[in-house]
């Protein structure tokens, strides 16, 4: 991506978005964090549930500080304060969370903003949504990192697919590079995971091969 690249051109080129918290030492936090930026990342959020405002500020500039390294863009979820707080180049809200129309109200038109969709009206109401950049399907498999959540499985990618909308979106859930090609065949062009890259022998070796499978379909 040139320099001069806007946060919409960077998403419109994005396909791999990785979730982590930041249980990491802060050193070993940013060497994480270089090492998959550097690896295929496209964008990265920091979601870490349990965390106040405060720490999570902390913690974002150092997701800051790399994601200006690598020209990538942050992330931050549920919360358009602490967004704006950071500086993120993205708010990302799921059903339960702030509405767009009053996450822009605050944050303005520059911020990109990302929705979950768990269900095919949802997707379809994603996809045409005033205010909304990208959106994301899932879970795929049932996934430990968000228990409970009841997964409609690859059927709302391929739901998803046939929208033929030209709004980004990413499949989510379960996701790595053992079932990669399901969600390729399934129609998906763009992933979001967690523990394919946070709990990988090589973090950066992962997104790596995640980055270059699904930049080759
Ligand atoms: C990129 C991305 N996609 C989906 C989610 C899930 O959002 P949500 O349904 O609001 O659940 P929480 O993550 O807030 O528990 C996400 N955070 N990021
Ligand atoms: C944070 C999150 N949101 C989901 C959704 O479907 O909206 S699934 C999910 C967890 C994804 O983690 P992993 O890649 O480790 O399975
Ligand atoms: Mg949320």
């Known amino acids: 991506m040139p320099d001069t690249a806007t946060a919409r051109d960077r998403l419109a080129d994005a396909r791999v978005y990785l979730c982590?918290?930041?249980r990491r030492r802060q050193g070993d936090l940013a060497e994480f964090l270089d090492a998959v930026l550097a690896g295929?990342?496209?964008?990265?959020?920091l979601r870490d549930k349990g965390m106040e405002a405060a720490e999570e500020l902390e913690h974002l500039e150092i997701f800051a500080d790399a994601c200006?390294?690598?020209?990538?863009?942050?992330a931050v979820n549920d919360r358009a304060d602490v967004?704006?707080?950071a500086g993120a180049d993205v708010l990302h809200l799921g059903q339960g969370d702030l509405p767009v129309p009053a996450a822009r109200a605050i944050l303005?038109?520059?911020?990109?903003?990302?929705?979950s969709t768990h269900a095919e009206p949802e997707a379809a109401a994603a996809a045409v949504q005033e205010g909304v950049d990208y959106f994301c399907t899932g879970p795929c498999w049932p996934t430990p990192t968000k228990p409970g959540r009841h997964a409609p499985g690859l059927g709302l990618v391929r739901y998803t697919a046939?929208?033929?909308?030209d709004r980004p979106w990413?499949?989510?859930?379960g996701i790595d590079l053992g079932?990669?090609?399901?969600?390729?065949?399934?129609?998906?062009?763009?992933?979001?995971?967690?523990?394919?890259i946070t709990e990988a022998d090589d973090p950066g070796a992962a997104a790596g091969e995640l980055a270059k499978r699904l930049r080759h379909v």
Do not use: C, P, S
């Open 68 to 74: 200006a390294r690598h020209g990538k863009l942050l």
């Open 179 to 196: 079932n990669l090609d399901e969600v390729l065949a399934a129609g998906a062009r763009r992933v979001v995971v967690v523990r394919a």
């Open 83 to 85: 967004a704006h707080a």
């Open 108 to 115: 303005g038109d520059d911020i990109l903003i990302g929705r």
């Open 170 to 173: 990413f499949a989510i859930g």
């Open 40 to 45: 295929g990342v496209d964008i990265v959020q």
């Open 162 to 165: 046939a929208l033929g909308t």
């Open 20 to 22: 982590t918290d930041a």
